[in-house]
């Protein structure tokens, strides 16, 4: 039963264990440095004079200043540094899922035992939301544990950090499944990495650009940054943008990636 | 004289055999349901370049079948089309009767040693033996203890650290562990030691023994003459010719090398039947035979003092040149 899924976990497991350590860290310094923000007014001054478009890319706004805990935890973490550290993960994984394995040669030697490609494929992307699901719950996880002794819970509940991050994970989990789409319908890891990384970029920058031209508006209502950063899990919860779309997406490209890679020639 | 009648028989029998190995027409279709491996009429094309044309092969169960050809003839190719990696332009290919694409659960009794061998290289063989056990329903531990020993194999380290020999037999240990009914088996002596080479060997003829078909690529005549009961050669994407090894060996040429106590006179193979190529060197004289041995023995015999008769050269391409002449002449 799912061999192929338990083995790639297994194979992970000590990459999963330096992440995760990595993610700690950095909610440890997220928490630690909170109240020397909180009691700096003169920061919130600072920032509010910033472009609407800077501030909304930062998770910012009138009601959400720098030195409240959901202006704090949005602008220095869930705005930028964990989606950046999860796509980080989630590419390179997906990315090696079909493609990369295929261009190391292990694929095809996998492939010559009694398993479909479908079922490779399909065990391979279960593999990838597993391991980013792990590394999506330590960061949370982490985070509600340390924000208390730093105030960083003020008004603000355990489960509202929870639902930030699985909407930061599943932001992930989008363009993760580009990679992995791209690299098993061609074959071609360079190409998964680089589409992925650029379209992942590219949302990023018209999200915020969008505040002040009108014309990118239309592209924003697609992009999986909006839904993320519009929806503003930390205030608001885990609103069903935040979660349905990006996991019809990414049923959708991975559903129609393992129809081409079970049709097409191995490289 | 008894011995040209022994060969008139050999060369009668490897005409049959033949028959059931030569590109199109010749194959009917119940012969190709028994096969445990069949191609039939197979071509593959990658954009403007014909790897692999019409070609038409076949091995029974019970069988070894040498897969020969010079680097980029199309071998892999072909392999990679029987396992179903790769589409086939046109034509078919079949494993224990069905299309490996659609029917996978039939991979449990394959054995496939790729020609280039790579796995996750932080893994060690033990971990590979154990995980595809797994998948192919069950390990054989007592199997791959013995395998592993036979093979002077360190299974505990990762694949990273082995030699090329060592990962070489990592994957001969994978394709071998749940004794399968089909071994196909790309360039499988890469890298091997001598002695290695000949328990490989053993293993092959074993497999066989229980009834096993096996089809195995090389570049290099001996270890397919010692192994293959039957040849078939590829090249540049054509079926050149397929026979048995003794026809093979009857029909092409081969060249030896001649070291005598004195320098040889130049002109001493000039005119002797079967020799078609003599190069001289003072004490040492190279020269090709097409055909017959025996007077060429004798004009050695004759020269100035023969020391040593060593084969000379077991190059595809030299083999060639005989058998594209005989092959045109059919």
Redesign the interface.
């Known amino acids: 039963m799912l061999a192929v899924l338990s083995q790639v976990v297994w194979r992970r497991r000590l990459t999963l264990l330096w992440w995760s350590l990595g993610l700690l860290g950095l909610d440890a310094l997220l928490a630690v440095a909170y109240p020397t923000v909180r009691d700096n007014g003169e920061l919130d001054r600072t920032f509010a004079g910033l472009p609407p478009a800077v501030q909304a890319s930062l998770g910012l706004d009138a009601a959400n200043r720098l030195t409240s805990p959901v202006g704090y935890l949005n602008s220095q973490y869930f705005a930028n540094l964990l989606p950046i550290v999860l796509l980080v993960f989630a590419i390179g994984l997906a990315a090696w899922s079909i493609s990369g394995d295929e261009a190391s040669g292990s694929l095809e030697l996998l492939l010559a035992n009694p398993v479909s490609r479908i079922r490779v494929a399909l065990e391979r992307a279960g593999a990838l939301v597993v391991l980013l699901g792990i590394l999506t719950t330590v960061a949370a996880l982490g985070l509600m544990l340390l924000a208390p002794f730093t105030g960083l819970t003020r008004g603000l509940g355990g489960d509202r950090i929870l639902a930030a991050a699985m909407a930061t994970g599943l932001l992930a989990l989008v363009f993760a499944s580009v990679a992995y789409a791209v690299g098993a319908a061609t074959g071609i890891r360079s190409l998964a990495t680089t589409t992925s990384a650029s379209l992942a970029v590219a949302l990023f920058v018209i999200e915020g650009l969008a505040e002040q031209v009108r014309a990118l508006r239309p592209i924003r209502e697609a992009s999986p940054w909006h839904w993320l950063l519009h929806s503003d899990p930390l205030r608001h919860g885990l609103l069903w943008e935040a979660w349905l779309l990006p996991i019809l997406v990414s049923v959708v490209l991975v559903g129609a990636a393992t129809g081409a890679f079970a049709r097409r020639d191995l490289r | 004289m008894p011995g040209l009648q022994q060969e008139a028989d050999d060369a009668s029998v490897g005409q049959q055999d033949a028959v059931r190995l030569r590109p199109a027409a010749a194959g009917t279709g119940s012969e190709v349901v028994e096969d445990a491996i069949a191609c039939t009429r197979v071509t593959k094309r990658f954009g403007a370049l014909l790897a692999v044309s019409n070609l038409s092969l076949s091995v029974a169960p019970g069988e070894v079948v040498g897969f020969l050809g010079p680097n980029g003839a199309g071998k892999t190719t072909t392999i ?1 089309m029987l ?5 086939p332009t046109s034509g078919s290919c079949a494993v224990l009767g069905a299309d490996l694409r659609r029917d ?5 009794r ?1 054995g ?1 040693l ?1 020609g ?5 290289p ?2 060690t063989g033990k971990d590979l033996f154990t ?2 056990g ?4 069950g390990v054989n531990r007592a199997r791959v203890a013995e395998l592993v020993q036979r093979l002077h194999l360190d299974s505990s380290r990762p694949f990273a650290a082995l030699s090329k020999g060592n990962r070489q037999k990592i994957g001969i240990v ?1 394709a071998f562990q749940h004794d399968p009914e089909v071994l196909i088996l790309d360039e499988p002596t890469t890298g091997l030691d001598p002695l290695i080479q000949r328990e490989f060997l053993d293993l092959i003829r074993e497999a066989a023994g229980r009834g096993a078909a096996i089809l195995f690529s090389s570049h290099v005549l001996p270890e397919v003459e010692r192994a293959a009961s039957r040849v078939a050669i590829i090249r540049a994407g054509e079926l050149v010719t397929a026979s048995t090894v003794d026809d093979l060996l009857d029909r092409t040429r081969h060249r030896l090398e001649l070291r005598f106590a004195r320098p040889v006179p130049g002109q001493l193979f000039d005119g002797v039947p079967g020799v078609v190529a003599a190069e001289v060197d003072r004490r040492t004289a190279v020269i090709t035979i097409d055909g017959p041995a025996g007077p060429a023995m004798e004009a050695a015999v004759a020269g100035p003092g023969l020391l040593r008769v060593s084969s000379a050269s077991d190059d595809l391409e030299d083999l060639f040149v005989g058998l594209y002449e005989s092959g045109r002449e059919e």
């Open positions: 990679r396992l179903g990696f790769l589409n996978p659960g039939l991979r449990r394959i496939y790729p280039d061998f790579r796995m996750d932080g893994m995980w595809f797994r998948i192919r329903g994978q």
